[in-house]
């Protein structure tokens, strides 16, 4: 083999491909070991530590909201689906900006919402935070009556907790085809929105309270097309009322 200008940019380029990863993995190491382990999450903060964004833990055991939701859907959703995201964005931001020390999903949401070049990343973070987020918004034995301070803020803005339990029903019932239901503080006043796919009001600027999937995914093993059924079920027994009080500011 002699020394063509062909072979010394073959070798070029193949130390090159040696060295890049090697050069992200450094870069990538550097700086972050003060990054507390793990993700950290009260509603809405879940930042990268040094080796990845974490699946945080269920806040339950599979079987605990049974027999509203199975340890089989559970399993799915949590293990299969919710994992799938993590490990996608993990993935797609090797080597980006968005796997920089202290990057969060919600920096991430923010910067690539609405751009089509960064549809990928940004649906797997938006999905990564709306699940670790669902599933704090579900509690065994929920729904009764939301703390006093919450409850309050409902009958301004929905007049009863029912009405309200209602509009949330109504949007996660019509939503048409993938997406979330909401419950959000939007200024002073409390809203229902609906989202599809993995779009999530943080982007618009609102602050969610608690998140209904219906992503069919969410209830297909147990109640197949019984969207409305699920939902009622979720609301009437499940819904974490403390938790969305807890994410009131
Ligand atoms: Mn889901």
Redesign the pocket.
Known sequence: MGYSINNIKKTAVLSLAILLPWLAYAEQSHGVTDEKEGGTMKSDTITRNAAAYALPPLPYTENALEPVISAKTIGF?YGK??KGYVDNLNKLVEGTVFSGPGMTLEKIMTETAGKADKAAIFNNAA?AW??AF?WKSLVPNGGSEPPAELKKKIEASFGTVEACKKELADAATSQFG?GWAWLVQDGAALKVVKTSNADTPITKGMNPLLAI?V?E??YYLDYQNRRADHVNSVLDKLINWKFAADNLK
Do not use: F, G, M
Request: aromatic residues 16%; negative net charge; hydrophobic residues 15%.
């Open positions: 959703h689906h919710h999905q709306n699940h669902y993938s999937d992503w995914h969410a």
